[in-house]
Antibody, heavy 116, light 111 residues
Framework: EVKLVESGGGLVQPGGSLKLSCAAS????????MHWVRQTSGTGLEWIAR??????????AYAASVEGRFTVSRDDSKNMVYLRMDSLRIEDTAVYYC???????WGQGALVAVSS | DIVMTQSPLSLPVTPGEPASIYCRSS??????????LDWYLQKPGQSPQLLIY???NRASGVPDRFTGSGSGTDFTLRISRVEAEDVGVYYC?????????FGGGTRVEIK
């Protein structure tokens, strides 16, 4: 079964950090670019980051809203993709999804709440 | 950034009747012979699921009552006969360039 499972969400204070993990299974992970998308009740779905494959030199791309604060990475030996989030703001509160490159497989989402 | 505009915001539907959702982009999504426009459905309490990719291709397992059409900047998702399980929020997304961007969503509900 093709599956993505996020973990690492939780409550964090403004200015704090959090690292989300996403475990992939059931497909050729190393051959797939991976994306992170978040969803808030107020702003709908927002794409925030992508990391390409080793063949494509693990090139990353970010939304302007998170550029310089968030870092996407991957470990192909563990079939894992990560999202390191620093300098968190209240407006980063959202459910975060990891997604396979063709957007045909989504995780169940991880809730991140930024509040004092 | 490419702005995606969906309409209507809300769509009450009668089971068995057709329904259409529209998506317009601020720039052409046509590149290398393809339209980089996807449609997703988010059912209540679930993650979004891919319905249509590259404008008109049904994803695996998607019923043939769902049809995507359009090119360039104007796209349509049509449901030929709405069923109760089709309720939820529908989103379009452009994938022609980063940042990938989504429409604001269309909530489909049964009358």
């Amino acid at each position: 079964e093709v599956k993505l499972v996020e973990s690492g969400g939780g409550l964090v204070q403004p200015g704090g950090s959090l690292k989300l993990s996403c475990a992939a299974s059931g497909f050729a992970f190393s051959a797939s670019a991976m994306h992170w998308v978040r969803q808030t009740s107020g702003t709908g779905l927002e794409w925030i980051a992508r990391i390409r494959t080793r063949v494509n030199r693990y090139v990353t791309a970010y939304a302007a809203s998170v550029e310089g604060r968030f870092t996407v990475s991957r470990d192909d030996s563990k079939n894992m993709v990560y999202l390191r989030m620093d300098s968190l703001r209240i407006e980063d509160t959202a459910v975060y999804y990891c997604i396979r490159q063709d957007f045909d497989v989504w995780g169940q989402g991880a809730l991140v709440a930024v509040s004092s | 950034d490419i702005v995606m505009t969906q309409s209507p915001l809300s769509l009450p539907v009668t089971p068995g009747e057709p329904a259409s959702i529209y998506c317009r982009s601020s720039q052409s999504l046509y590149s290398n012979g393809k339209n980089f426009l996807d449609w997703y459905l988010q059912k209540p309490g679930q993650s979004p699921q891919l319905l249509i990719y590259l404008g008109s291709n049904r994803a695996s397992g998607v019923p043939d009552r769902f049809t995507g059409s359009g090119s360039g900047t104007d796209f349509t998702l049509r449901i030929s006969r709405v069923e109760a399980e089709d309720v939820g929020v529908y989103y379009c997304m452009q994938a022609v360039q980063t940042p990938l961007t989504f429409g604001g969503g269309t909530r489909v509900e049964i009358k």
